[in-house]
């Protein structure tokens, strides 16, 4: 199991590099494209959809993405020069929809509608006919949106190191748990969580802002301190990281009551894609949100 998960680990990493590294941005607004269509099947195929139904719609959610995509004009601009790919973002008219409606509706369910889900380990009526489908469809193209406008305004740098927050908060929450959690955090929908755990991700996921504001240009953290201040990074990293553990919860209650341990085995040794970026849904349309207005 550890050498299947290596060698999907440096898979992954050598695709990642090889489209951070291309010089226009097309191989990564592919990438993107397909991660988040790959984790709408998944999603898809844990809420009362079918087999053929998740098919469909995650081919359809993947010809939507890449239309958009390639409706942007001018992106395929001159190496390391972002101000062209922001241009070519905001001359697009769907965008307008995405920053006034997607993102913030997005938003408005993990702020609102997914802590009381969790609270009551029930989505009630929200999970009734097609509505989880929309649901599923409203977060991952706000995620999607999210991803896109921060590697079209500030470059693969601000991208890679929000992700990077994540992964820092997870896997603090990780091995702080397994060292000193005693405390269940949410026994009844992942009882591995522990609260001594959650405690340590908010730590990382604080530290590294400030450490990326400080030490890596073009990073997220540094791109928000320059925008908000060096006192917003405290606030910021704790609700980041408070949502990361919300996305990832919000996955676990899909997967019990779906039954499965995995949201699928498309990444051998590492389950799902949906499993890698459960943390990124709640994270990405807030963190564009807290960089972009105002």
Not at 180 to 185: A, D, F, I, N, Q
């Amino acid at each position: 199991m550890l050498k299947q998960r290596l060698i999907t680990a440096t898979v992954l990493l050598l695709i990642l590099g090889a489209a951070i590294m291309a010089p226009g941005p097309w191989p990564m607004l592919v990438l993107l494209a397909v991660m988040i269509s790959c984790a709408s099947w998944e999603w898809l195929r844990l809420v009362p959809c079918g087999q053929a139904c998740a098919l469909i719609l995650a081919l359809g959610l993947l010809i939507l993405m890449g239309g958009l995509s390639a409706s942007l004009p001018g992106a395929q601009p001159a190496t390391g020069v972002h101000a062209h790919w922001a241009t070519a973002l905001h001359q697009s008219g769907w965008t307008h929809a995405f920053e006034i409606l997607v993102l913030p509706l997005a938003v408005l369910f993990w702020v609102v509608a997914a802590p009381r889900i969790l609270w009551r380990v029930d989505a009630g009526a929200l999970w009734q006919g097609g509505r989880p489908v929309v649901l599923g469809g409203l977060l991952l193209l706000a995620t999607w949106y999210a991803l896109v406008w921060l590697l079209m305004h500030h470059g693969a740098g601000a991208l890679i190191s929000l992700w990077a927050l994540v992964w820092v908060a997870d896997s603090a929450a990780y091995f702080a748990g397994r060292a000193w959690g005693r405390h269940k955090l949410a026994p009844r929908i992942s009882p591995g969580k522990t609260r001594e755990g959650a405690l340590a991700g908010v730590a990382a996921a604080i530290l590294w802002l400030f450490a990326t504001a400080a030490w890596w240009p073009g990073s997220y953290g540094e791109l928000l301190m320059l925008k908000r201040g060096w006192a917003v990074l405290l606030p910021a990293g704790l609700i980041l990281a408070v949502w990361s553990i919300l996305g990832d919860l919000f996955e676990s209650l899909l997967k019990r009551r779906a039954g499965v341990k995995d949201s699928s085995q498309l990444l051998p040794g590492h389950g799902g894609v949906y499993d890698r970026i459960d943390a990124v849904l709640p994270v990405a349309p807030l963190a564009v949100l807290l960089l972009s207005f105002g």
